[in-house]
């Protein structure tokens, strides 16, 4: 692959030697000459100086920071994405089924479609072209996955669970488990939990990644709704009747209370938390490890949390959170009388 | 269905057209007119005058609140889960062993169960009339699993473990991996951690339903103890030597770490933690991400936490529980002075 | 096993009858006769009293605080923890592969390995000696797994991944799924998320035992290091290009960002959570549920949070966190004017 081809597929300006023969990407701290590495961050600007990569793609800005051979783009990550996709293809999986995978009779398998070992796929299931489901998925009946699709092992997804097209989906993920809905039948306590029948389930858009050990679970009644291009890092849960907004983005141990309706690219971070029945707008952020306990419906950042602190300190400062509401009575009265 | 029959079978008063003919439930906004839905939260009241419901499951005192035909129940959420559990029996298996399940020939499996492919029952393990064991689960030496129990798929118990009988174990879940336990064996800097063996097991009741990759550590020496009629929700982690009461119900992703005592009729908030060797008391209610750092012997709601605020406002906020024992000796001394 | 077998095998003083004959060990609370406990905590010296075993291990300065026949060590819970071991040795497996495992050609199995059914391995692994490699576990391409090192079941390993000797790995264990990385290619509202290929691995070390649906992520381009003797409770996700040097422990439902370089022997407390991009010394402490957002260098305790409180209390004292800086203004100007 030369320098001037990348060009040519992604556009951009080309400056220096546009022959250079790339075979492969690398950070700018480890690439080596046979490699294109990218600035988007102005900050590493002073590591291109010692980069050995053999060329690099640079922003409109930094179109003169190096001498190396570079491709000039609007957007050098996304660019750069795009480069490293083409170097590094997703695996290509023999079509067919394998001998040791239990495929229903009134399962619809495309011809295009890979299905691994020791996977199970239920009675009126549609797989699609080009689908792969890895190794020891159970798909469940009347499940439908969208062509390009890909399960990599160990996926679980539940009765009539709908997945669009060119998802990949890691191990260990279960989609369409029940939601947790109980209505209390105690009296004089005695009694018991009743289940609610969960019967929704749940619809995924295309063009979504799901992360490891991720749960999503199915609706109540109506479907949890996850949109395009939405993007689930690992061991993410998601409650029943859940709505997702595409292009919405959620980092790693996110917990999501039912029926929470999240808006359209919003971002939130690690760890977060967001209690049931709320409405998040599009385009909010959330900061790691927040607890959002009520509907933001206006974009910007929001956060929940107190600052790190070495533990003694935090045993000194921490011990006064308890008499806030005192401290401020005080400040009001002008005196330290009552205490 | 008629709305008759269920009265005749669940009991309460019937009003209006007692052989309105039903075929399902569904929610008070998308209910159709062959469905009964319901009314449990007087909030939702003025949304009854808009269901297209054919029926609806009131309270007492909103016997007169529409004029649908109606079924006036003491508990009406609990009166429409028992009505919808009706409409949604639990699924039916084919009882036997699959061709591709491995089952110990020491394994003693009911006539009744049913046991998927891709299951591995091992050597002395009991498996009770009508159990499912779904695709991919791994059930170890010894385990025993009570009458009508499910595990939906996935599902790994290890050896020596006992589940009850009426239980919904979801894909994933993980009962009787090694609790946490090592001992530092390090002189001068050098050394390793030495593995406490686990040799305890899982204990669990009748009537539990486990969510979707929780996790439950066998006991160190000791087992750790799910009551009866426990819930736990998806992705929750239950440490070794735990004890979970009755009827308690966490949500998902809580964290309960190592030989805490949790009471009966517990109620804990999603993604909240609870340190070790705690004990928290029947009845006790604990708000979502809340840290539980110490025993709760009286009944209540607990939490910890801050609330959320527009990320600016929380900077300005924040920097200050770094001094807020500065600010407290400022209020003592009635002065500013030590500033 | 007689008390001198153990002073012979593990060292320390041997005090009282030494041909006292022991067949496992127990809790001080629930040891029987047969049994050996110890006492590591000064605390539970009052318990020696009633302890039901035949003989204790303790430390030097509890040599006189029993007359049962013990052994007295520099470090009884280390020693316990031997002699535990001793007891309950780790399972032996029957070597070989099971006739209903796929095993790729090309892969390379140990003669002493065990494979179980319904376990696939891909082109080009190197299984090592005494490798356990339990049902439903799926290895892929090129992984290498060193010599006695158990996975119990269901555990994934993606392609390319290395994983060291004598690891201890429990079900449900992803290792080497995609790190999370997008870069967003918008225009105009218009566009999606671009994947970086995650063309990294995860590498791990000898003596490692991960616990059960913990979650490791392979570098997006450099690898995913975990070092020699590490304990990862379960539930914990490690981003894409994290490293975690040797003897380091961490708790249950811990979440670690991208990037994030953690020294050696480091204490992470259960559902603390570390942002990306941050160096973490040797010898930090980390509290539960702390949230660490920014490099801590300097060995100690660190904790973020607000202590537990009665929710009627938490109320009172939660409103005034969204007001300190109001509060701070009226302190320094020794006034209640600005309200």
């Known amino acids: 692959m030369l320098l001037r081809d990348l060009q040519l597929k992604f556009g951009g300006e080309c400056v220096g030697e546009v022959s250079r023969s790339l075979t492969g990407v690398g950070s700018i701290e480890r690439a080596v000459e046979s490699e294109i590495t990218f600035l988007a961050n102005p900050k590493y600007r002073g590591a291109l100086a010692g980069t050995l990569a053999g060329a690099v793609i640079v922003g409109v800005h930094e179109r003169d920071a190096t001498d190396k051979p570079r491709l000039v783009a609007s957007n050098p990550y996304a660019y750069f994405a795009k480069v490293a996709q083409l170097f590094s293809p997703p695996a290509k999986y023999q079509p067919g089924i394998h001998p040791l995978a239990m495929v229903s009779p009134t399962a619809r398998v495309a011809a295009s479609a890979s299905i691994a070992e020791f996977v199970s796929i239920g009675a009126g299931a549609i797989i699609g072209d080009n689908v792969r489901v890895g190794a020891g998925s159970i798909i469940g009946d009347n499940v439908s996955i969208g062509s390009g699709t890909q399960l990599i092992a160990r996926v679980t997804v539940y009765a009539d669970c709908r997945i669009g097209s060119r998802n990949l989906i890691h191990a260990g993920v279960v989609i369409g488990a029940d939601g947790f809905g109980f209505a209390p039948d105690f009296t004089n306590g005695d009694g018991q939990w009743q289940k609610i029948p969960q019967t929704g389930a749940v619809v995924i858009g295309d063009d979504v990644e799901i992360g490891a050990n991720t749960t999503i679970d199915r609706g109540a009644m109506d479907d949890t709704v996850i949109g395009n291009d939405v993007k689930l890092d690992n061991q993410i849960q998601?409650?029943?009747?859940?709505?997702?907004?595409?292009?919405?983005?959620?980092?790693?141990?996110?917990?999501?209370?039912?029926?929470?309706?999240?808006?359209?690219?919003?971002?939130?971070?690690?760890?977060?938390?967001?209690?049931?029945?709320?409405?998040?707008?599009?385009?909010?952020?959330?900061?790691?490890?927040?607890?959002?306990?009520?509907?933001?419906?206006?974009?910007?950042?929001?956060?929940?949390?107190?600052?790190?602190?070495?533990?003694?300190?935090?045993?000194?400062?921490?011990?006064?959170?308890r008499k806030l509401d005192l401290m401020a009575t005080k400040i009001r009265l002008g005196t330290n009388k009552t205490d």
């Open 238 to 321: 998601v409650g029943h009747n859940c709505a997702i907004g595409d292009h919405t983005v959620i980092s790693g141990c996110v917990g999501i209370a039912g029926s929470t309706k999240i808006g359209k690219r919003v971002m939130i971070g690690g760890k977060a938390g967001i209690i049931g029945h709320l409405t998040i707008g599009d385009d909010v952020i959330i900061s790691a490890m927040t607890l959002v306990t009520k509907s933001i419906l206006k974009p910007g950042t929001y956060t929940s949390g107190t600052p790190l602190m070495p533990h003694r300190e935090w045993l000194k400062n921490a011990a006064h959170l």
